[in-house]
């Protein structure tokens, strides 16, 4: 399977005068439980590109380690800032060639690739929004190109639901009419039957049913745990596996017969290829504020579609994350799109307009680039950190 190239936007010189980073940060009265760890704080790292009247804004994945917003500030700082200021925003490409070949090194020879990622992440989104509101065009339009009729809805699945509270959240997924919801897994054989029984009873017959272990378990208790999940009705798991190994997954797919979802935790277009292709990989999942930001989900976006692969584009971050995800979904034509519905006000209070969900279906901003403003009233009481940096 191999993607077809990604146009440049059109436009013309977008030098970027300046670069702004700041983290925005709201406990949680509960934490969220993932079987690796909780999440005690919403966190987000927004990166916002001036060119001339022109601001592009974009998001870089930091919900954890707890300390992963510092590492990135400084990756930003120290990293990003000096290879961005002064040149062509419009370069979206090139400018994510002169980052890869000069970031990515490091982050090898750091043993820590993913970090470098997520910053050039928030790069790549906030170009792409600069792109276009530069063009007057919202971001699905300028991805699916001249011949594109992208939807202004995408539909969507709700996750963020369980180990606690499966009842509550899985019955207010079902009123906002979600056709399917996930469930978090990964606490044990006994409590993750209960969630999905608890879950398919709150949300009723008609409600698809999906899971994600977060890479809890060994191949082989894997392969008894996808069993189970799938005599219970589970459509498909995600990341069943400790360390995401292709091969794991293939093995655990063959004997289970389970459709599998992988792609938050996965780097380079090359690796998205061979998981994508594989028949043990029923959806492929890019994240825009992870794992190379719009340009890779849309290059994982397209070769999907022409592979015959779900695209499926994860999302468990703030709003403009989200909205990034919604505009790709579009652009190419998505199975699904995650939605987290538990609290988060810096997916719902973050930006404006907020994310609007009807029957299941997830809003597509019509404004140019992302559609999205950050709300300064909402923040100006969250943010954690704040720098900026001007081209002399």
């Not at 709201?26 to 966190?43: G, H, I, Q, T, Y």
């Not at 120290?78 to 490091?106: F, K, M, N, Q």
């Not at 991805?143 to 809805?153: D, H, K, M």
């Not at 469930?183 to 994600?212: N, S």
Request: with cysteine.
């Amino acid at each position: 399977m191999t993607a077809p190239p990604i146009d440049e936007p059109p436009a013309g010189k977008l030098p970027i005068d300046e670069i702004r980073v700041r983290v925005f940060e709201v406990p949680l009265r509960e934490p969220v439980r993932m079987s690796f760890a909780a999440l005690a704080r919403r966190r987000a790292c927004v990166i916002e590109i001036r060119s001339g009247d022109l601001v592009g804004v974009g998001e870089s994945w930091v919900n954890h380690p707890a300390w992963a917003w510092r590492e990135r500030v400084a990756t930003f700082a120290e990293g990003v800032v000096p290879l961005l200021l002064g040149a062509d925003a419009a370069g979206i490409g090139e400018l994510r060639r002169v980052l890869s070949r000069r970031l990515l090194p490091l982050g090898r020879q750091w043993g820590a690739p993913g970090p470098v990622w997520q910053a050039i992440s928030g790069v790549d989104m906030a170009l792409w929004d600069l792109a276009g509101k530069a063009a007057g065009r919202p971001l699905a339009d300028l991805l699916a190109g001249p011949s594109g009729a992208p939807s202004r809805t995408v539909p969507a699945y709700a996750s963020g639901i369980g180990p606690d509270r499966v009842e509550e959240l899985a019955e207010r997924a079902a009123a906002r009419g979600f056709r399917a919801l996930k469930v978090k897994i990964g606490f044990g054989a006994e409590r993750d039957a209960a969630i999905v029984r608890a879950a398919r009873a709150a949300a009723g017959d008609g409600v698809a049913l999906f899971a994600d272990a977060n890479q809890a378990w060994p191949v082989e208790e894997a392969v008894r745990r996808c069993a189970a999940l799938r005599d219970q009705g589970v459509q498909w798991c995600e990341e069943p596996v400790d360390g995401n190994a292709l091969a794991d997954l293939e093995r655990v797919h063959a004997e289970t017969g389970l459709p599998l979802a992988t792609g938050e935790n996965v780097y380079t277009l090359d690796a998205f290829t061979r998981y994508a292709s594989s028949p043990a990989v029923a959806l492929i999942q890019p994240d825009a504020a992870k794992n190379g930001g719009v340009t890779t989900a849309l290059e994982v976006g397209r070769a999907a579609a022409a592979g015959g692969t779900g695209f499926s584009p994860h999302c468990y971050s703030g709003a403009l994350g989200l909205t990034a995800s919604a505009h790709v979904a579009a652009a190419v034509g998505a199975t699904w799109v995650e939605l987290d519905v538990r609290d988060d006000p810096l997916r719902t209070r973050l930006a404006a307009p907020p994310p609007e969900v009807s029957d299941g279906l997830l809003r597509v901003p019509s404004g140019p680039g992302l559609g999205l403003a950050i709300d300064e009233e909402q923040v100006a009481d969250h943010t954690v950190h704040s720098a900026r940096w001007t081209a002399t």
